[in-house]
T-cell receptor, first 113, second 114 residues
Framework: GNSVTQMEGPVTLSEEAFLTINCTYT??????LFWYVQYPGEGLQLLLK?????DKGSNKGFEATYRKETTSFHLEKGSVQVSDSAVYFC????????????FGTGTKLQVIP | DTGVSQDPRHKITKRGQNVTFRCDPI?????LYWYRQTLGQGPEFLTY????????KSRLLSDRFSAERPKGSFSTLEIQRTEQGDSAMYLC????????????FGSGTQLSVL
């Protein structure tokens, strides 16, 4: 079946530190890959996505590259801010015309001043 | 664009009771999804509507669960004879069918079954 594995949290970083959250996937077929973010008290939001191998998704200083050879989609940011504190979900969706998304378990990030 | 609205935000019920949740999607969105999220887990797909047609139901959705989207606008999710294992956050999402489809999630309904 399809699944997403991401590093367990919580992850605690100082402001301006470098962030990496690891994500690997298993899928039958060629999925689209996503990172969603959930800020405290808010709904899930799409952060970035990549739809084919070697694509790089980017948004708000976050980046992730679709690596088919390692089945990975690691999230990175060069300099985190306190406002980045949230739960981050790696996810995939197989092309089929609609968004039946398989999510990872989420990684909580806390950035301290 | 007021976003996806879900009502109620919280529901506490006793085991065996029926509950119904409502989702109002973004008005022009023709696709609507229900997901369920338990503590420490990511959301899990429950069901999907294209306009008023329910096109897929997960095996997670037992016979006690029913979802409707009668006029292709708002949707309801009913759980009959609730069980403690039904306690979870129920998330609704909507989207517009395009080549660059993007899900917009509501804030969810937190169900607690006592």
């Amino acid at each position: 079946g399809n699944s997403v594995t991401q590093m367990e949290g919580p992850v605690t970083l100082s402001e301006e530190a470098f962030l990496t959250i690891n994500c690997t996937y298993t899928a039958t077929g060629y999925p689209s890959l996503f990172w969603y973010v959930q800020y405290p008290g808010e709904g899930l939001q799409l952060l970035l996505k990549a739809t084919k191998a070697d694509d790089k998704g980017s948004n708000k200083g976050f980046e992730a590259t679709y690596r088919k050879e390692t089945t990975s989609f690691h999230l990175e940011k060069g300099s985190v801010q306190v406002s980045d504190s949230a739960v981050y979900f790696c996810a995939l969706s197989l092309s089929g015309g609609y968004q039946k998304v398989t999510f990872g378990t989420g990684t909580k990030l806390q950035v301290i001043p | 664009d007021t976003g996806v609205s879900q009502d109620p935000r919280h529901k506490i019920t006793k085991r065996g009771q029926n509950v119904t949740f409502r989702c109002d999607p973004i008005s022009e969105h023709n696709r609507l999804y229900w997901y369920r999220q338990t503590l420490g887990q990511g959301p899990e797909f429950l069901t999907y509507f294209q306009n008023e047609a329910q096109l897929e139901k997960s095996r997670l959705l037992s016979d006690r669960f029913s979802a409707e989207r009668p006029k292709g606008s708002f949707s309801t999710l009913e759980i009959q004879r609730t069980e403690q294992g039904d306690s979870a956050m129920y998330l609704c999402a909507s989207s517009l069918e395009t080549s660059n489809e993007k899900l917009f999630f509501g804030s969810g309904t937190q169900l607690s079954v006592l």
